[in-house]
Each structure stands twice: as structure tokens, then as C-alpha cells.
């Protein structure tokens, strides 16, 4: 993608958000085309509607060939389509593999992407001479395939992730004009915004995807809870579990309903105390058949809560577990480092005092006193009592 000096055309006034400032600064409102594009930005964001019907809904209005949306990562050396346009698809396609495949390697503006601002403008009049475009491979790519002129605009840096919005017009046709540009800048902030949404609505889906899996890789039964007892995810184990015993284990819409803790305030009181049991049904005094369950609250700083962002409660099966099975606990469900995992096991299960730890581990307890403080910001736990029952119900 050829590049220009930084050019920020804002369409939009900060004191009149929704409009467009003509020459004698008087406000125009946008039309009501504009609003339906709008509503299928946002909603091509929440993935309710496709990325390319916005970029033809782009294309038809300010009448250009070719409108691509395009995501560079830091370490790709291409930029990579997420969405075009054109009136050709079979024709765009041919121009996008002509890319990825040989002439991304004489783009000069790969190299200094990054370090645009969003709103910087790409204007290939601005950047190349006459003489030079008629002599630039880049442009000589162009110019077989119908295009001539070509824009782009920053959207959006998040990261090492940055997304730009490209506009190729057809041969003999003119450069944009200043009212495409605010046109385009009026109407890409919204496709920024809508594009961040999308990332991050990925972003949640990726870290629920890989809780699961990281809940189906623990051997005992876990259930993952909002606070209405709503199952929110579970492991194999759990699965198993609740189909052997679909009575002590009822779900009911969705929400976790045992026996004999079905009512809120009965959950309540068996979440204050951190244990839940369950006798099997006509038979409450046979201890030895009842199932126990540990109960802990997870904050919504807490790794797994976090992609919920909310509360939760965290239901597992009583047993004995293995210092790994524990460390593997301490790492998905509170996000501690390896290290600080095994040192809350040395600490609350082994009893050891900080220098022990220094001493086993071969570090300074200066460093074991740092693992100390971070183990207590993640799991919100401020007492070594607290910590202690934590680790032990885990």
C-alpha cells in the first residue's frame, strides 16, 4: 500500500458529533442512508451482518471500484482482507491473490504502518509523481487490472493489531474528492468503533473456548456459576456426573437445582460455607452416599471469572488432590504463573514458612515475598488463613 504524509480529514464537528461542517460551518446532518449504513456497521461488528455488504453499501457511495477492509498484525508481512468489495468478485479475487502472493513485497508503506495515527489518509497522487507512476511496479500491478488511484485511511491500532479501510477507483476515473473524503472519514470512525467491538467480542470467545478446555483436562467434576446458579460451563467430568445423578444434580432452564438446595437461600448458606452436600434421596442419614462438593466464590479480576466479567462460583467435587492437580487449579482458575502455583501448594499444603520456600526453590526469599503479593492480588485473598482454606477446597 503506497503512503503519504499524515492527512487527518475529520468529518465530523466535537461540539456536533452526528454531522458534516460545510465551508461556512453550518451543520449537515447526516441522511437517512447514512443511519441504515450506521446500523449495519454496528451490526456487521456484533456479527449479526456481513462485513461485505457494508463495504458495497461504502463503494456505491462514493463510487469507487474496489473497498477493502485490512487487518495487519506486527509480525505478518502482508496485509490481510478481512472484507472486499467490488463489482467483480471474481476479478477482486484475482487482485487480492496478485497481492498476497508476489507485489505485497514492493508495498512501501508496510514498514511504517504501524506508526500512523487512526485517521492518517494514504494518497497515492500524493506520494508518486506522473513520471514515477508511470514507471512504479506497484502501479504497474494496478494499471492491468483497471485501477488507477487508490486511498486508504487508518481505522483503528489495538496492540500490535492495526486495521485500515482501502478504496481503489477504476482507470481514467479521478481522485477522491474532499466530499468522498469526509464521506469516508464521517463514516469509518463507525467502522473503527464497530471493528474494535468485533475483536473484542472474539477476544472473550477465544478465552471462554480455552476455559473449557482447560476445565475438561481436570480429572474431577467442575462447574463453572453465575450468581442465579446458571451453568456457565462444566467439564466431562461434571457431565458424567450430573447424567448419573440427575436428581441430586438437576438443571433446570439452564440453572443448577440440587436436592434439598434448590431454594436461593439454602444456596446462599451452603455458598457461605463453602461446602455443599447432598444425601441420596428417601435416605438423609446415609453419610456414605452423599456427595460433597466445595464452593468458592471467583472475583471478576480472577482469570475465569474474567471472561464472564462478572461474579461467579465455582462447584467441584471433595476429594484428595495431587500437588500437580492443585497447581493445575491455581493456573486456570486464578491465572498464577507455574512458579507461583507450586509455591501456594508449598506454603498452604506442605505448612512452609517463606525462607523454606526460598530455601527449596534455591531463590531469594526476597523473591518469594514478590510471588507472595502477586499470588495475593490474583486470587483476592489478603490473609494466609483465607489463602490457606482456599487452596485446601481447590
Keep these: 500500500m503506497p503512503f503519504t504524509a499524515p492527512v487527518t480529514l475529520d468529518a465530523r464537528s466535537d461540539r456536533n458529533p452526528g454531522a458534516m461542517m460545510t465551508q461556512g460551518n453550518q451543520p449537515i446532518p447526516p441522511d437517512t442512508d447514512d443511519e441504515a449504513l450506521i446500523d449495519d456497521i454496528y451490526a456487521a461488528g456484533l456479527g449479526e451482518q456481513s462485513?461485505?455488504?457494508?463495504?458495497?453499501?461504502?463503494r456505491r457511495k462514493t463510487g469507487v471500484r474496489l473497498v477493502n477492509l485490512l487487518a495487519l498484525d506486527a509480525s505478518s508481512p502482508w496485509l490481510a482482507p478481512v472484507a472486499v468489495a467490488s463489482d467483480d468478485d471474481a476479478?477482486?479475487?484475482?487482485?487480492?491473490?496478485?497481492?498476497?502472493?508476489?507485489?505485497?513485497?514492493?508495498?512501501p508503506a508496510l514498514s511504517i504502518m504501524?506508526?500512523?495515527?487512526?485517521?492518517?489518509?494514504?494518497?497515492?497522487?500524493?506520494?508518486?509523481?506522473?513520471?514515477?507512476?508511470?514507471?512504479?511496479?506497484?502501479?504497474?500491478?494496478?494499471?492491468?487490472?483497471?485501477?488507477?488511484?487508490?486511498?486508504?485511511l487508518k481505522l483503528y491500532q489495538s496492540g500490535q493489531r492495526s486495521g485500515f479501510m482501502s478504496f481503489m477507483c477504476e482507470s481514467d476515473a479521478p481522485p477522491l474528492t474532499d466530499e468522498q473524503h469526509c464521506t469516508i472519514a464521517r463514516l469509518c470512525k463507525h467502522v473503527s468503533r464497530a471493528s474494535l467491538l468485533s475483536m473484542r467480542i472474539r477476544h472473550l470467545e477465544e478465552k471462554a473456548l480455552l476455559a473449557e478446555c482447560?476445565?475438561?483436562?481436570?480429572?474431577?467434576?467442575?462447574?463453572?456459576?453465575?450468581?442465579?446458579?446458571?451453568?456457565?460451563?462444566?467439564?466431562?467430568?461434571?457431565?458424567?456426573l450430573m447424567a448419573k445423578q440427575p436428581t441430586r444434580l438437576r438443571v433446570v432452564h439452564g440453572r443448577l437445582m440440587p436436592e434439598g438446595c434448590s431454594e436461593s437461600t439454602q444456596w446462599q448458606a451452603a455458598c457461605l460455607n463453602g461446602l455443599l452436600s447432598l444425601q441420596r434421596a428417601g435416605n438423609p442419614a446415609s453419610a456414605a452416599h452423599a456427595l460433597h462438593f466445595s464452593l468458592f466464590r471467583l472475583p471478576p479480576g480472577t482469570q475465569l471469572a474474567r471472561s464472564w466479567q462478572r461474579p461467579l462460583t465455582l462447584m467441584t467435587t471433595c476429594a484428595m488432590r495431587s500437588p500437580v492437580e492443585r497447581v493445575r487449579r491455581l493456573l486456570l482458575v486464578y491465572g498464577l504463573s507455574d512458579a507461583e502455583a507450586k509455591l501456594c501448594v508449598l506454603m498452604c499444603c506442605d505448612g512452609l514458612t517463606p525462607q523454606e520456600c526460598a530455601d527449596r526453590r534455591q531463590v531469594s526469599v526476597a523473591t518469594i515475598r514478590t510471588q507472595v503479593k502477586s499470588i495475593h492480588a490474583k486470587t483476592n485473598m489478603q490473609r494466609h488463613g483465607d489463602l490457606v482454606r482456599l487452596v485446601l477446597s481447590l
Design 114 to 152: 504501524h506508526n500512523w495515527e487512526a485517521g492518517h489518509w494514504l494518497e497515492d497522487v500524493d506520494v508518486f509523481s506522473p513520471r514515477r507512476q508511470a514507471r512504479d511496479i506497484f502501479q504497474q500491478e494496478l494499471r492491468p487490472r483497471g485501477l488507477e488511484h487508490w486511498s486508504a
Design 214 to 240: 482447560m476445565l475438561d483436562a481436570l480429572d474431577s467434576a467442575v462447574w463453572l456459576l453465575d450468581t442465579d446458579r446458571r451453568v456457565l460451563s462444566c467439564n466431562a467430568a461434571a457431565r458424567t
Design 91 to 107: 476479478w477482486a479475487a484475482a487482485a487480492l491473490q496478485g497481492y498476497c502472493t508476489e507485489f505485497y513485497r514492493y508495498d
Design 51 to 58: 462485513w461485505q455488504a457494508v463495504l458495497h453499501a461504502l
